[in-house]
């Protein structure tokens, strides 16, 4: 079974009000691990079909190589800042059951825009009112990218919530959320990784632009009767970002 994570959007007991949703997204996502990477990684053939494919390969574009960890099909075109205010790097590691063996590799987080409140409310409340499927038609009406997600060769993939928040100690946590490459084989065969169209990330830097994060390739959001954020991966873990840190 899936792992859980739940995020109360009622107070008491430790929950968290529901506009604060997208600023502790990630709290609970899977526990920490040391992985070695395929940030989006292979997913295992059901009996019978060839409906997932690697993802790495539903995500390449023609010419390039399948092991490519963030090579993506065509997407929105990208709107490149002169300078974006945040440029990450990081080394992304992956051991969980979908990666088939120890993978890893380098990945970049580009922050064009920072989301406003109303987008996170608009979030929040799209979430409230229709689940997992109400939160990813919100999403997918946010038209101008907040940055993009990318490895080294690739063009990269559109991130449509991006937000921060300060940390006690002089840093700041980054939550990103967006909805995920989707191929046309996985659209027409509707396999169960259709139930986890988000891409999650979580970021934690300190003073010195440095930290760690987690990356949920293939995530599930979703509220319960209880108005309970539930967070499924799909996957055993998460992919552990290391060596996060800033750039210039």
Do not use: C
Not at 189 to 205: A, C, H, K
């Amino acid at each position: 079974m899936s792992p859980k994570t739940e995020i109360g959007l009622q107070k008491g007991s430790k929950r968290l009000p529901a506009a604060q949703l997208f600023s502790v997204l990630a709290e609970r996502l899977a526990p920490p691990l040391t992985l070695a990477f395929a940030p989006l990684a292979l997913l295992p053939p059901p009996p019978l079909t060839l409906a997932l494919l690697p993802l790495a390969v539903l995500l390449t574009p023609p010419l390039m190589l399948p092991n490519s960890p963030l090579a993506v099909l065509p997407s929105p075109p990208l709107t490149l800042a002169a300078k974006p205010l945040e440029h990450l790097t990081a080394f992304a590691v992956d051991m969980s059951n979908l990666a088939g063996r120890t993978r890893a590799g380098t990945i970049d987080i580009i922050i064009d825009r920072w989301s406003t409140p109303e987008e996170r409310d608009t979030l929040v409340a799209a979430l409230k009112e229709g689940g997992t499927d109400g939160l990813l038609r919100a999403l997918q009406k946010i038209k101008k990218p907040a940055g993009y997600i990318r490895d080294p060769g690739s063009v990269g993939y559109p991130l449509r919530f991006a937000w921060q928040v300060p940390t006690p100690d002089g840093g700041k946590r980054i939550i990103i959320a967006t909805d995920r490459p989707v191929s046309f084989l996985e659209a027409s065969t509707q396999p169960r990784t259709m139930d986890y169209p988000f891409m999650l990330v979580d970021v934690r830097l300190g003073p010195d632009g440095k930290g760690q994060g987690k990356l949920l390739p293939l995530a599930k959001i979703d509220v319960n009767e209880d108005h309970v954020v539930e967070i499924e991966n799909y996957a055993s873990e998460p992919v552990r970002l290391t060596e996060v840190r800033e750039t210039e």
